[in-house]
């Protein structure tokens, strides 16, 4: 190979690593727009916290005939703009799911709000699973959260398998509910 094709050839070799590492930055930065993140097999820490309204606390991992179930946590403030829509879709999601037998059990984490505020907003979200108060907003950073609203999927092995920052589409919602029902 001539020297001059050797050099063409070099350009073009370099032409295509920058083009490739460009595409790799450009993935990256749309994944971190969307607030997607998958892969991340951590597993959930455990925690007890009241719940919002009164009764027994809100656990994980899960007791009882809920043991070992594959869980949603859903964290939300009644304060948070974006949870105006996010819960509702995610409480929405919920009943379609226990009404068809889904093993996915739901959890609600009200973060940072008074007790008060939270229940009224979680009741007129259409909320029916159990939502607990994290006042001073604990728990959030134990599963490496920092905003409102961000939705968790465990697998039944108490593994986090993924994570959504900010709203939830009821389609990527629908997806991992799907995906954590064993088949």
């Known amino acids: 190979m001539s020297g001059e094709a050797r050099v063409h050839r ?29 892969g991340a097999s951590q597993a959930a820490p455990a925690f007890s916290y009241p719940r919002l309204g009164g009764g027994s606390p809100v656990r994980y991992p899960l007791a009882g005939t809920q043991a070992h179930r594959p869980v949603v946590v859903a964290f939300f403030a009644s304060w948070c703009s974006p949870c105006r829509t996010d819960l509702p879709t995610i409480a929405r999601v919920a009943r379609q799911a226990a009404r068809r037998g889904s093993p996915v059990a739901f959890v609600g984490i009200d973060g940072n709000d008074e007790p008060g505020s939270g229940l009224a907003f979680a009741r007129q979200s259409g909320v029916t699973f159990p939502v607990a108060s994290d006042a001073d907003s604990a728990l959030a950073p134990r599963f490496g959260l920092d905003g409102y609203p961000d939705t968790v999927f465990v697998d039944a092995a108490g593994d986090v398998v993924h994570v959504v920052h900010g709203p939830v589409s009821r389609a990527t919602l629908e997806q991992w509910v799907a995906r954590l029902a064993p088949a």
């Not at 073009?12 to 790799?24: E, H, K």
């Open 10 to 38: 070099g350009r073009r070799v370099r032409r295509i690593l920058v083009s490739a590492v460009a595409a790799a930055v450009v993935v990256a930065g749309v994944v971190t727009a969307l607030g997607v993140t998958s």
